[in-house]
């Protein structure tokens, strides 16, 4: 019986999000503190909804690195492996708070030294999904960690992810980018990708048709186009087309980790072996719910009501 079932291997850094709703940064005054970076969501996001993750990552031997292996203890999260770098200080990305897509400006250092023995064999045999991001690949030596392990992962049967959340600010070189993106691509992950991702990795509006079969072209059978407000399409080799409507909110109160939450209820549901539309109700439901509490998910999640039943 494995007793992992999703490694997470990415950034883990500090999320300063502006107080201030719709507020350009340049005119935000005050900023929170939150625990931040994709895979560290996804990590966070599991553990609350009753999947065992595990969180691989780097931060410095500072007092933010202290904050974030206090916050992922608070969060039940292992913090075997997560490495404290002397010489770097932690990553911390100033965030707009928005009811669209955020505004955001990286300041990286300790995140991407992930090195490859902080995923040992026994750990990868032991999980059932090894999931990344764009971000955690985009410098070394994590990408080359990365490349390595998640091979490693499909050799031992493992179900890939990644969230392919480019941006142009923390990876320059976007031909750099797809060659890398196309090296691990080859290992047949769940790919889940914005509309925003999109427009940046291809440097312009591009159509559902291009998207996916530029993306079953490089390997990928199940392809997640997450489209916001308008909703989520899924293209999969062998099972088709879906799309399902975004779910009605009242009040969005912030939208920084939405994305992150939408993709945990993914990979939640693949785990427990529900099929491609149910699997998009679940990421939809837990997404809203992130889009209705700033910070991380709410408290006391009726996961039952919120899950089981569909």
Known sequence: MKTIDIICVGEVVIDFIGHEINTSINKTKDYHRFLGGSPTNVAVNASRIGLKPILVASCGQDGLGDYIVRKLKSNNLDVSY?????????SIILVSKSTETPDFIPYRQADCDITIDQLPDEMIQNAKIFHTTCFALSKDPARNTI???????????????????????????????????????????LLKISEDDCFRFFEEVKSEDFIFDYFHNLGVTTICLTKGKNGVVVSDIHEGLFFQEAEFIQEVKDTTGAGDAFWTGFLYAQIKNKNIKNSISIAQKLASLKLQSVGKLPENIDLESLFNLI
């Open 82 to 90: 997560i490495k404290k770098i002397s010489d770097l200080p932690t």
């Open 147 to 189: 490349l390595n392990r998640a091979k490693r992962a499909k050799d031992f049967g493992l179900k890939l992810s990644i969230d392919l959340n480019y941006s142009e600010r923390i990876w320059p070189n976007r031909e750099e980018a797809k060659k890398v993106i196309k090296d691990y691509l080859k290992n047949d992950p």
